[in-house]
């Protein structure tokens, strides 16, 4: 298991950009693929991005494709969730979780789970 703690999140106006940030405890940060998920009020939890230990595969979900860039500094034990120009359908709380797996995509896959951050887009 790994702890992991989202930051960065806030309020900006559509158009405007935010990075979240995620740090890791423990000492094996680098076995893990790493995600980013999103819960909007209302609707169920849905997947962002991921990236896997060494930054060489990086899925996004269709709806943040050219917008969203995921990275990952393995020194730091922190991945990275760079948001530009964000819409109000980007408003959610979003989740940093991490998998045992090569990459994945799906909730399911992802074993451990950080507290979340909120993200508000303002029209």
């Known amino acids: 298991q790994v702890q992991l703690v989202e930051s960065g999140g806030g309020l900006v106006q559509a158009g405007g950009s935010l990075r979240l940030s995620c740090a890791a405890s423990?000492?094996?940060?680098?076995?893990?693929?790493m995600g980013w998920f999103r819960q909007a009020p209302g609707k169920e939890r849905e997947f962002v991005a991921a990236?896997?230990?060494?930054?060489?595969?990086?899925p996004y979900a269709d709806s943040v494709e050219g917008r969203f860039t995921i990275s990952r500094d393995n020194a730091k034990k922190t991945v990275y969730l760079q948001m530009n120009s964000l819409k109000p359908e980007d408003t959610a709380v979003y989740y940093c979780?991490?998998?045992?797996?090569?990459?994945?995509?799906?909730?399911?896959?992802?074993?451990?789970w950080g507290q979340g951050t909120q993200v508000t887009v303002s029209s």
């Open positions: 979780a991490a998998s045992p797996l090569l990459v994945s995509r799906f909730e399911a896959d992802f074993g451990s």
């Open positions: 423990g000492r094996t940060f680098t076995r893990y693929a």
């Open positions: 990236i896997n230990w060494s930054g060489s595969s990086t």
